[in-house]
Structures are given as C-alpha cells and as structure tokens.
C-alpha cells in the first residue's frame, strides 16, 4: 500500500470518526452562557460585543491589537476555576487542559506567553481596569466594577 | 547502558523535586511584576526517559538492552520590553543516543515586533514552521505521544528542521466568516556541528548551509476547531570533503570535492479539534539530490523523492488521562517501495498521565514493520535489508515542567 492510499484511507476513518463524535461533543457544550460568565473590557475599549471566534483569537493571542490599534491586554482566571472551564469549553471550544498544551507549545517554541492568571473575579477586574485595551470574563453575579461589559455573539 | 554524568543528574533533581511538589500550582516563574521593566517569565522543562526495542536498535545504541540515554533539559526566558516588543531565550541540552551528549545550546532567541495583528517580525535563532508540531518537537508537555510520528518528524533530523538563524515575517489575517489566515515566511541559515564518522577515509573540511528559506499557511476554517494548511522549506547543503586524506596507505594524492545538496520540502497537514477530540494528518514528499565537483571520486546520485504520511488521534478521556494514537509511514525512495529496508511503518498508542500540573509520566508502544527508519551505524553498521523487518519499541519518559 503506498502512502497516499495510507493516507487518504487514515483520513477517510478519521473523517468518519468525526462525524461519529461530532455531534455528542457539541451536545456537551455548555447552552449559550450569559449566567456563567460575563466578558468584561477596559472601559476604552471601542467595542460593544464580540462574536465567540474573535473572542477565541484574544484568548489565544492570534490577534493582539483591537481593530484602533490599541494592545490587547487579556487576562484569565486560574485553570481551577469552573468559570474558567466553562470560558475555555465555550469560547476556546476545547478543554482548560488542551489550552494549557497550546501555551505549552507557544512558550518552549519561544512564540508567545499565556495571558495572565488570577485566582478571584475581583483581581480580573483589577487587572482589565488598570490596563488600556483589557479584557476579562468573571463570574455572572460579580462585581464589574469600572469595567464595561460586552455581548458575546 | 551509560553512567549518567552530571547533567543526568539535574534531571533526576528535578523531577524529584516535581514529585515532592503534589499540590503546588504550576506557575511561570515570573521575576518582577508583569508590568516593570524587571520583570522577566522563565519556564523550564526536564525530561527522563527510558527506550526498549526488539530486535532493532533506535534511535539510540543498546536499545534491545534498554537504553536510558533520553533526556532533555531546557530553561527558557521571555522579556516583554514593550508592548509589541519582546526578547527572548531557550537553553537547551539533550542526550538522545549519538546525539546531544548533554552540549548546552541555544535552541532559539529572537527579538520579536508585532506591528499590528497580520504583520509581526522575528530575527534571531527561530524556530521553523513546517507542519503542524514542527515547532514543538522538543517540548514533551505539549503533546500525547513521547515522538512525534517519525515519518515527518525525524529526531535524527533534528538539526536540519528545527531551527534556522535569520528573519522571519508572521501574521494572523481575520477573515471574519470565512475564518483565519495564519502564515509566516522565514530565510536564513542553519548552523550545524559536523562530526568526523569513525574509520572514514573522507574528510569533511567545510560544511555550512548557504541558504533554508520557506514558509507555512494555516487556514483556521469556518468549522469549528478545523484547520488545514501546507508548509514548504528548501534549503541546500555546502560541503567540501577531502577525499583519501586519512587513508595512510593510499595510492592517490588527497583530492578536495565539493558537494552541493539542494533539498525541498512540502507537507500539507489538516487538524480538527472538538473538544477533547484531536485529530490530524499531513502528507509529506522531500527531494534530496546532489552535484558534486569530482564525480569520479565522489559520485552524483540521482534526485530521490521519499514520502511521507500519518494520520494521530488524541483523546483526553479525563483531566488525568490522554491516549494517542497513531499511524506513519514513510518510503525513502518512491521509486523503489518493495523489501523491508524501503518502507517504514509505524503503529503507537500512548497513554498520558498527568500526575499534576507540572508532571507527567507516557508509556508508548510501537509496533514496527521495515527498517527505512532505523540508524544502521546503532546496529553494528548492518545494512537494513539483514535487519528484522517486524520489531517493536516500548518507551516511559516523564517530564516535570512550569
């Protein structure tokens, strides 16, 4: 068997699999979760709401400047956090373990660093407050203080 | 099996001072407040691991005997001086049979502007992009699987694929509904430390590699968690060799040859994410040929094309637990596929176990068949054809890492 056939036969089984898997994994998914959390940004930051894909590419630092130039400065909560797992499950679309391999990969490649991690609601709202173009999720009942919360689409 | 010395021993320090560390989170070492301009995030790895082969040696001598001759060591070190500039440094030092021997090198330092989201520059010792995991081949805790599928990641190729000194331009494009573009470009040059091979009557007395140039597009679809890309590399091999320098007896006046190998590279590569569901596969074809000064001392070959494929699957079944696995396989030569020497076939399965978040220990189990993969010079200089065709490899490593 040569390697093309190898392989177009692998993918075959893997895209079978997939469609096996698929709709289970997005059945798991967390409903649409306004109560869970609340995306929250640096009052500044010219945005009313982000679509969930955007939101992703923050998190993940593949954009890293809003769409006026300003930095993003993002912030997260500690992996531990079940508001974390259902941020990271919903938005990043995996789990706070596979995020964790990303950055992995991200840090010993010399590519990027992971945003910060802070272990209260309140420190991710401190955080956001004190950097122009901050971003942050926290909690549904939190206090957001001076920050401003956005929609997520 | 070789007495450790003494970076063996910082390895074995570090992972038992993960092991008497159960509940601590796993943190950057961050110096200074993220930000002051003291501040500085350093991450290090150290990673143990055990090979043991049937019938064949791999990757490194005395594998059927078992082989602790697998480390690796790095610290790295990142400065953000402003926003959108960084510096950045990873020492790294590995013993991998033959290979590594403990030497401590920079494995990558760059400085990095990101202009805006689609334009970024790098300069320094960067890491190439080729594939999907090229970049991180090295790093044990991001992955499943203790190798990454040999068929398009060669350890042995390590020196030639991970790295090139030179520039590099990367972006990120935000197609909106149609998804994201991320790409990069890079040239340069690689640095390559040469050896004399033992009881040779060649000399190398020149090698460098005058130019590696390539790119990588990665579209991120529309579909949730699936991306699909392709990654191109050439690059091309200088070496003058003095032939007949080391014979004492030969009849001939030592004669310096030079060697010219071009060499290109293509893998195109999807991966679908759901979840905690991975799926990849690339498809790989790489052209090696030569030209050489002297073909009466040194004969040309024809251009070979060898090929490349495999497809993985991970699964991480609990926060704990992460099974892999994965078939590759790979022909050196597409014209020639028959006899066990000119195939390599691949079969893993890996077992993951976060112990906590800064600590892991894999168990892998291949099952092998041909030996296009295998290092004749770990196998007492046997050519691959009288090697055993159907062998397998059974490997534990554990990484401590922050």
Known sequence: MSARAAFVLLFTVAAFALMAVCPS???????????????????????????????EDVFLKRITSWSDGQIIHPADLAPDSPVRRAFTRDVLNRSVEAVKGYWQQRIFSGRDVPPPEFPHDEDVVQYVEHHEGGIGYVSGGAHVGGCRVVAVQ | MRRRDGAGCVVATLLAAAAFSFERPAHALDLGSEDSMASVEVHAFASQGFILSKDNNYLSADTTHGSFQFSELGVNLTKKLTDRFRVGLQLFAQDLGPTGNYNVRADWFYLDYRFTNWLGVRAGRVKIPFGL??????????????????SIYPEEDR????????????????????????????????FVDTTQPAGSTEQITSFNVPYVAGGRLLWETPLDGLRVGGSVQALRLDASILAGATAPSSPTTPATVSVQIPVKLWVASAEYTAGDLVLSAEYSRWYVSDETSNSAIFPSTPAITSERAYAMATYRAAPWLQPCVYYSVMFPDTTQRDGRQNVQHDV????RFDLNSFWLLKLEGHYMFGTAGVDPSLNGGLPLASLAPAWGVLLVKTTAYF
């Open chain 2, 159 to 190: 020196n030639y694929l991970l790295a090139q000194t030179g520039g590099e331009v990367y972006g990120f494009a935000n197609l909106r509904k149609a998804g994201g573009l991320d790409y990069s470009l890079y040239g340069g040059t690689i």
């Open chain 1, 25 to 55: 994994a997005r059945a798991q998914r967390p409903a649409a979760t306004g109560a869970a959390y609340l995306v929250i940004v640096h009052p500044g930051v010219g945005i009313q709401s982000l679509d969930r894909k955007s939101l």
């Open chain 2, 348 to 351: 893993s399965t890996t077992l």
């Open chain 2, 133 to 150: 995991y090229n970049e991180s081949v090295d790093i044990d805790s991001a992955r499943a699987a203790v190798l990454l599928p040999q």
